[in-house]
């Protein structure tokens, strides 16, 4: 794990134990406690660079460990997107590289159906592990930025609890954004359309 792109606070680690310790006090169930685990890379953080589908950096992204998912902050240079909406979710292979074939290595998305997951935030059987919320592009000259939360994300290298999508894990994982929106409810992405940008997280 050391040479992993990680910073684990001692301090942020030490307060989650106790918050944790008082968790189990409170409750004293098993079951509970492993629902409410923090992550035990609670403030690890990773970034990326976002590539389009030329191979060119368009923005920059940042991924930071809380004590429920992933927050994605994303930087973009002026014109990076089409204005309008995107859909953004956690694809389960850290490989950008066949831009040109648009994004395909990256695979299919964190907690796919193959993992017994269904895609959809609005979807009552979804959603799977790498769905997020859609960002909203403004047309403008200047430059623009989101922020999203993985929910069913850690940067740990190992699923636990509810964040059983390890982004450091052996095959990393990619922020990929879509042409479209994600109406969060179709399968098998939300209707969001071809892949046009991409920021590779390697272990
Ligand atoms: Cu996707």
Known sequence: MPSLP???SAIALLSALAACA????????????AAMAPSPTIGA???????????????HALFREGP??????????PRALTPGWHGAHIHQNG?????????????AHMGHPEAGGTHGLLNPKGPEDGDMTNIFVADTDGPFAAELLAHGATL??????????PLLGPKGA??????????????PIGGAGARIACAALKP
Request: charged residues 15%; aromatic residues 4%.
């Open 22 to 33: 008082g968790h189990m006090e409170a409750h004293h169930g098993q079951h509970d406690m």
């Open 6 to 8: 990680l910073r684990v």
């Open 95 to 107: 490989d950008c590289s066949d831009f040109a074939a648009g994004f395909q290595a990256a695979g």
């Open 45 to 59: 953080q990773a970034q990326a660079d976002v590539i389009n589908a030329q191979g060119a950096k368009i923005g």
């Open 156 to 165: 740990g290298a190992m699923g636990h609890g509810h964040h059983n999508a």
């Open 68 to 77: 429920r998912g992933v927050v994605v902050m994303l930087e973009f240079n």
């Open 174 to 187: 990619a922020l990929v954004i879509h042409a479209n929106a994600d109406d969060h409810l179709s399968q």
